[in-house]
């Protein structure tokens, strides 16, 4: 985001390397085209058996990335500084956001912000101060520095929990808090990270009112472009065809980032806003969208999966330590489940609610993108975060996008009573019924 706020903190990597100036770049870009697609089309002829076990198409594409980058085939060779992993992490988490923002309208949002709410309220700060208290204590890193990590660790990603929000036997209540909460809260974060990133930065002037415009640019521009769009089509002179129907919220979506990017606007913000807007005021728009819309935001996630593998190397998961791989797990399984524990105290939601929401707080598309940032920010920790950082990504990836579909087993109703419990209480209520 040159020019923002954010392009201001970020300076150039010193092992980066621009990618429209980079005489390889041809050739890699590729390279990389070729492997997508055959880890793409690997995975399309995979996905029926993946949907039916633990097998997980964003793990394989991780792993795919890893096995082709430089740690050890070294056929797709890139650098976190590349311009072409920024821009592939920024499109692919603004794609994600927006198809999420289309899940849910603003009523539909206002009429269920209880449980997000407490999620957001109080599970995102205590989940930063918890994995920042870890980071501090375990790893020895200032306080600035861990709460830099606890800041970039506290959004989620239903992305890798994708069986357990699209089945319907999971109680709507809880795929809408999930879905509600991974939105909102990669928005939330992002303030937390430029702020802790400035302080570590050294910088004297934090922005504070820079950085509110750019946020408060962004709203504004998800809400009053598809606003205006959908007006315009709702008149008399304006009309989509069903075959360009599905294309208006694209141009819609490709209208917000145009923009944010001219305005130095929130991108993030802007597209969940945009996304939610749409879903209030053009529910046709949203239903035509749909499906098209989450094969555009499938294929960005893979491709932003196989690049940060590639640039997870054998070196970097190693220089990390054991400590580095502590923290990680316990980042998991110990920040967010606690912090869900005391955010749902008295909410109303089941044992089994709360441990689903506990455990499903997969680490995403918002923390590869901010820990990129960081990585590019020169701070003199800039490297051991990012490393711990990619560690704890991909630890997340491969866990919860293995275990979504044995959680979503939970709430399934004929798993749920083994047959011979059925059987043992018709005999028994045979036996209770009097006889005549």
Wanted: proline share 5%; hydrophobic share 55%.
């Amino acid at each position: 985001m040159p020019g923002s706020l954010v392009g201001k903190i970020v300076q150039a990597v010193p092992t980066g390397r621009p990618f429209h100036d980079d005489p390889d770049a041809a050739p890699l870009m590729g390279v990389l085209l070729i492997a997508f697609a055959c880890v793409l089309l690997l995975a399309v002829l995979l996905s029926s058996l993946a949907h039916r076990t633990i097998l997980s198409t964003a793990a394989l594409f991780l792993v795919a990335g890893f096995v082709l980058g430089d740690g050890v085939l070294g056929v797709v060779s890139l650098r976190p500084g590349d311009d072409l992993v920024a821009t592939l992490a920024e499109l692919a988490l603004f794609t994600v956001l927006f198809t999420d923002g289309m899940r849910v309208g603003w009523a539909e949002l206002r009429s269920a912000w209880r449980l997000p709410g407490r999620a957001l309220g109080w599970g995102l700060p205590l989940t930063l101060a918890i994995t920042a208290i870890g980071a501090h204590y375990l790893l020895g890193l200032g306080w600035i520095e861990a709460l830099l990590i606890g800041a970039i660790l506290a959004p989620t990603d239903p992305v890798f929990a994708a069986a357990l929000v699209g089945n319907e036997k999971v109680p709507p209540r809880l795929r809408q808090l999930l879905n509600v909460e991974s939105g909102v809260n990669d928005g939330l974060a992002l303030p937390f990270v430029i702020l802790f990133l400035a302080i570590a930065a050294g910088s004297d002037d934090l922005h504070l009112g820079e950085l509110g415009l750019e946020l408060g640019l962004g709203i504004v521009i998800g809400v009053a472009v598809p606003w205006v769009a959908i007006k315009l089509e709702q008149t008399r002179w304006f009309a989509a065809s069903t075959q360009y129907e599905p294309l208006n919220a694209l141009a819609i979506g490709l209208l917000v980032l145009a923009l944010g990017k001219a305005t130095h606007g929130n991108l993030f913000l802007a597209a969940f806003s945009a996304g939610i807007t749409v879903a209030t005021f053009g529910p046709r728009q949203r239903e035509s969208f749909e499906h098209f819309g989450e094969l555009i935001s499938e294929v960005f996630k893979l491709a932003a999966l196989l690049v940060f593998g590639a640039l997870i190397t054998p070196a970097l998961l190693g220089s990390v330590g054991w400590q580095g791989w502590l923290f990680a797990v316990l980042a998991l399984i110990v920040a967010r489940p606690i912090a869900i524990w005391l955010s749902f105290l008295r909410s109303g939601l089941s044992v089994r609610e709360q441990a689903a929401v506990a455990w499903f707080g997969p680490k995403g598309f918002a923390s590869v993108v901010y820990g990129l940032l960081v990585l590019g920010s020169g701070i003199a920790a800039a490297v051991p975060v990012f490393q711990l950082v990619a560690v704890t990504i991909v630890l997340s990836i491969l866990l919860h996008s293995s275990t979504d579909i044995v959680v979503a087993r939970w709430f399934d109703d004929e798993r749920e009573v083994p047959a011979w419990y059925g059987s043992v209480t018709r005999k028994i209520r045979r036996r209770e019924r009097p006889s005549l």
